[in-house]
């Protein structure tokens, strides 16, 4: 497994390594007059308990919820924003990789992503998503399609609906082609790079923008054995890779950015507006003749604002490059009751397309 891991350190949360001047909460005191004073600008510091975090952050959101009673979708944003805000200066403060309160959870990132800070302190929000990824890496998330269970990295992106992997699934089983080597174009928790291992395929080359993926699929598949079939590069797209390759899988990000995008995770969900003109420019070069190219999408898009485009089908229009050779389709279903759906996206649907160079016979 030859990677550029030795030199990409994991993205993690800011911390604050001096003293913050703030005022320290202890649960008898009065939250309503604390978490005013931390809309107006100032920082709070949870002390005693760890639950009195969440006292002060039930109160804040009381407080905002009072103040921005418009429920129209800019009127939530606004609510979003202030909450984010305020939020961000509650902190904890952490001594020896542990929160320095009672009835803290223990949190295994807190050692492995800063060893070399004995303390510090973190916004509680960033705690409370270092402590929720450390739970889905401990307990791991159970991939039926795989037969096994992964244990996502911090920061990585990792499913909670498994329609598209039975998809994928569905289409591996059927494909006869050659399985010497196979491109995954982000990588995210490694899913679709074993789903190929296990049907099969030699040598696959794995890449993903997002520092963490990479160091988090390094150790795994390293666990599960895997580590002498892939390679991974943490880089934008195919990075300098130097073969062509029967199959590229790529399952990109589902929604075109209307912001500007942060480096890491908030790229597995939002794309750039030229993603899918570089992907398919370069796809084209490391397709082998009979190769064929796998993407996974889905009509969310669609679903959320019916004027959005489809990259897939807007290549496939515009473009002589690649003619389909199959497109599935399955409805978006909850797969467990801990994953249980609570939006109201009925008609959502992933896709499964595969793409074959024009051409070529299939
Ligand atoms: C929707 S996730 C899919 C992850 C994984 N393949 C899966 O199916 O569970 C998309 C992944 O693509 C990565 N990504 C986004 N843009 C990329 C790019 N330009 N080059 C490489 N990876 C990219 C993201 O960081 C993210 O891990």
């Not at 005191?29 to 107006?40: G, K, L």
């Not at 920061?155 to 089983?173: A, N, Q, V």
Request: include cysteine; charged fraction near 30%.
């Amino acid at each position: 497994m030859t990677t550029n891991l030795q030199s990409i350190k994991p993205d993690r949360p800011n911390i604050i390594t001096t003293k913050v001047d703030g005022i320290s909460f202890y649960r008898k005191m009065d939250t309503e007059s604390v978490v005013r004073q931390m809309i107006a600008g100032k920082s709070v510091i949870v002390e005693e308990y760890y639950s009195n975090g969440l006292q002060v952050l039930a109160e804040l959101k009381k407080n905002l919820s009072e103040k921005y009673k418009d429920k129209s979708f800019q009127g939530q944003r606004a609510y979003r924003t202030a909450f984010r805000e305020a939020s961000h200066r509650l902190f904890i403060k952490v001594i020896d990789n542990k929160l320095a309160v009672k009835k803290a959870p223990d949190i295994g990132w807190l050692k492995l992503l800063y060893p070399e800070v004995s303390e510090f302190y973190i916004t509680y929000p960033e705690v409370q998503g270092l402590n929720s990824s450390w739970q889905w890496h401990e307990k791991g998330l159970e991939i039926k399609t795989l037969n096994l269970s992964i244990h996502p990295y911090y920061g990585t992106y990792f499913p909670t609906r498994f329609d598209h992997l039975k998809l994928f699934d569905k289409w591996l089983k059927k494909y006869d082609g050659p399985k010497d080597n196979a491109i995954d174009i982000g990588v995210g928790s490694g899913i679709l790079t074993y789903q190929l291992i296990q049907n099969g395929f030699e040598n696959i080359y794995a890449t993903d923008t997002n520092k963490n993926a990479i160091i988090g699929v390094y150790q795994e598949s390293r666990k599960l054995d895997f580590q002498k079939k892939i390679t991974l590069n943490h880089c934008d797209l195919f990075g300098d890779f130097d073969r062509k390759v029967d199959v590229i899988v790529f399952n990109p990000p589902w929604l075109l950015a209307k912001h500007n995008l942060e480096e890491g995770i908030d790229k597995a969900m939002y794309y750039e507006e030229d993603l899918f003109a570089r992907f398919f420019e370069e796809a084209k070069k490391y397709l082998k003749e009979d190769g064929k190219l796998v993407l996974i999408f889905s009509n969310l898009a669609q679903e959320v604002d019916n004027q959005s485009t489809h990259p897939i089908i807007e290549e496939l229009q515009k473009n002589n490059r690649f003619r389909k050779d199959l497109h599935l389709r399955r409805e978006v279903r909850a797969s467990s009751r801990r994953t249980q759906r609570t939006d109201s996206r009925e008609t959502e649907k992933v896709e499964l397309w595969v793409l074959a160079h024009k051409n070529v016979k299939s």
